[in-house]
């Protein structure tokens, strides 16, 4: 019996994420579905995603159905980034743990927290009090909701705070952990960002840490397709240059998206950024995936040959104006010659592989940021 409802669920689980991916690539199918079966989607996207309730899924879709953003081929994407975040949050957090950083019985502040998936996460791993911090009131409406009356009232705090303009209505130091994950690339200043971290981070007891975590600009799919933008090469540009070329053709490429485009740092860039705060970073690495970058080193010839074409023609592709597609050709091309020379090295030393995977390989950067100790008030930081 047992054997045949798993048989079920399985073949249920499966269909779904056939609909789910048609629904990723194919827009217009997306288009109609939302428009005409906005119901059987909410349902199959609820059985994929089962923490979130009908309703709650029911409204992120909808949201999406009336607004600009419907003509936008990347629109699918940003719907399932509301609830995949979760999985990702809570396989954080285990991770986290399984390098010594626990959350039981901390006290945690998280910066931008959406709606509410990581706190939840947190919730779940035996944190005492947490409050999240947003500047949108949507976000936080959608927070309140994902995480119902019964944790808000027990142990979760939910404000609406701009982190630069405003203050906390807590004591500097008052945090234990402060986490802000995906909100780096966001901000105006880095350097004011990590001011604040320092601010409310605990310098007292044992164990207290921030953990940010940041795309990362070198890595190959961030070159292909910025995040946001989907611009090839737009990640490697300074903001004035990128966001002029973002608002002259994002019309063409069938997006309202209204973002600001913000400056993107290498790991080294922003450690030594926040050690200008007073504070130091450590990356949270995974043994494994450093490992994992050996057979890059072996064929690296060959991937920056197979990936530079890649790149110019899908920008080629997207018509862009002449002198756009150049500066963007300009910053691929200068990219990869940095690539080869950086993988030019005789010897690949342990510590150079680990600056390798943090600048071209690693997806995300997860910076772990602590009090400066003393013996490094002097110190810099120096790549392998
Ligand atoms: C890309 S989302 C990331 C959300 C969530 N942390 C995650 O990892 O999915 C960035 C979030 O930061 C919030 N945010 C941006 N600037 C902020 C600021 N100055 N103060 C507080 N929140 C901010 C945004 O409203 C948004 O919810």
Known sequence: ?????????????????????????????????????????????????????????KRIIGHFKDD???SNPWCMRYIESEFLILNNQIDLIKRLKLNGFDLKNRTVLEIGCANGCLLFACSKSGAKKLVGIDISQTRLKNAREFLGEKLLKKKVELLLIDIFSQDLPYDKSSFEVIFSTNVLEHVQS????FGRIKKYLSDKTEGCFALTSVCNKYNISSILAEP???????????????????????????SN?????????????????????????????????VDSIDAHLKNYKDFADKYYIMAIDKLTNLCLIKSNNDILAGAIKKYFDEFIKDH?????????????YLKYYAFVLEIITMHKSDSLQSASFSPG
């Open 190 to 193: 880095t350097h004011d960002y």
């Open 1 to 57: 019996m047992k054997k045949k409802l798993l048989k079920f669920f399985n073949a249920i689980k499966s269909r779904n994420g056939e609909y789910l991916n048609e629904l990723r690539n194919d827009h217009e199918f997306f288009k109609r579905e939302i428009t005409n079966n906005l119901e059987g989607m909410t349902k199959r996207l609820y059985k994929h995603y089962k923490y979130f309730s009908l309703d709650y899924v």
């Open 68 to 70: 600009a953003l419907l």
């Open 257 to 289: 998206l209204d973002y600001e485009v913000f400056d993107w740092f290498l790991y080294e860039e922003y450690q030594n950024i926040a050690f200008s705060q007073g504070l130091e970073t450590f990356p949270l690495l995974d043994k494994y995936s």
């Open 344 to 356: 030019t090295e005789e010897e690949v030393t342990p510590q150079r592989k680990v600056y390798l």
């Open 228 to 254: 946001h933008y989907g611009i090839p090469g737009l990640i490697l540009l300074n903001r004035k240059e990128a966001s002029n070329i973002w608002y002259s053709e994002r019309k063409k490429l069938f």
